[in-house]
């Protein structure tokens, strides 16, 4: 039996779609309260089990995709999973080199600059609901770094690769990965809501390079630099704070 017709999409794609769709979005929005409040406390463990639910939960919707691609022997290109040719290709992955390009370059600026981490720490202290969500330990920051990989490998599975190819049976390409970014961008809330415009921005880029190069590969590269090498630059920028929460 084929989990696909040729005309639209088959009930385990409607399944998993309306997890993504429906239960992930009602799950964050019913647990926002409760899951800030827990970051908030500092309590020991508390940012450890929110990453690792993450992860799971990331790594759980991919590898369903994942494995119901392969049970139905489905094409892997029609996930991104291929290298293309052509100067629309070529565009995707230069893109992709400039955006890590610029995240590199900011890294090392805030890296040679005390003054410049100083400013990251005192936009810190304004955004609490980023600082609590931010690793205060060693061992804090090694998952959240693991979170930071798993989210560019299964996020650009679920959000880019499948949500498009879903959304484009029924709208053309363009709007179907506005869709996708849309549905990307909401699922981000639990950074507060100022911080809406720059995860929709930076996910639009991401969503250009994987449609551009038709490929999910330079997607997935640039992702996974840019949630690192972020990540590094907070905690360096923001050690004095990281010190004094481990006293």
């Known amino acids: 039996m084929s989990f696909l017709n040729a005309t639209g999409l088959s009930l385990?794609?409607?399944?998993?779609?309306?997890?993504?769709?429906?239960?992930?979005?009602l799950e964050a929005l019913l647990t926002?309260?409760?899951?800030?409040?827990?970051?908030?406390?500092?309590?020991?463990g508390v940012r450890v089990k929110h990453y690792s639910q993450t992860i799971l939960m990331l790594w759980t919707l991919a590898l369903s995709i994942l494995v119901l691609w392969a049970v139905n022997d489905r094409s892997w290109a029609a996930l991104g999973f291929q290298i293309q040719s052509g100067a629309l290709a070529l565009a995707g992955w230069g893109?992709?080199?400039?955006?890590?390009?610029?995240?590199?370059?900011?890294?090392?600026?805030?890296?040679?600059?005390?003054?410049?981490?100083?400013?990251?720490?005192?936009?810190?202290?304004?955004?609490?609901?980023?600082?609590?969500?931010?690793?205060?330990?060693?061992?804090?920051?090694?998952?959240?770094?693991l979170?930071?990989?798993?989210?560019?490998?299964?996020?650009?599975?679920?959000?880019r690769a499948y949500l498009i190819w879903a959304f484009a049976f029924y709208m053309?390409?363009?709007?179907a990965a506005l869709a996708s970014l849309l549905v990307f961008t909401a699922l981000h809330l639990y950074q507060g809501v100022e911080q809406l415009p720059t995860v929709f921005a930076?996910?639009?880029?991401?969503?250009?390079v994987f449609?551009?190069?038709?490929?999910?590969?330079?997607?997935?590269?640039?992702?996974?630099?840019?949630?690192?090498?972020?990540?590094?630059?907070?905690?360096?920028?923001?050690?004095?704070?990281?010190a004094r929460a481990t006293q």
């Open 172 to 175: 053309p390409l363009w709007a």
């Open 95 to 145: 893109l992709a080199g400039l955006i890590a390009a610029f995240f590199l370059y900011q890294f090392a600026m805030v890296s040679q600059s005390a003054s410049l981490r100083a400013q990251y720490r005192e936009e810190m202290i304004k955004k609490p609901l980023i600082r609590n969500f931010m690793p205060h330990t060693e061992d804090e920051r090694q998952v959240f770094n």
């Open 12 to 25: 385990v794609d409607i399944f998993l779609l309306g997890v993504i769709l429906i239960a992930l979005p």
């Open 147 to 159: 979170m930071g990989i798993t989210a560019g490998i299964t996020e650009e599975i679920i959000f």
């Open 202 to 208: 930076m996910g639009g880029l991401v969503t250009l």
């Open 32 to 44: 926002l309260k409760s899951s800030r409040a827990k970051l908030a406390s500092g309590n020991a």
């Open 211 to 242: 449609v551009l190069s038709g490929s999910i590969w330079p997607a997935i590269a640039v992702h996974i630099f840019v949630d690192v090498i972020n990540n590094s630059l907070v905690w360096k920028a923001r050690q004095p704070l990281a």
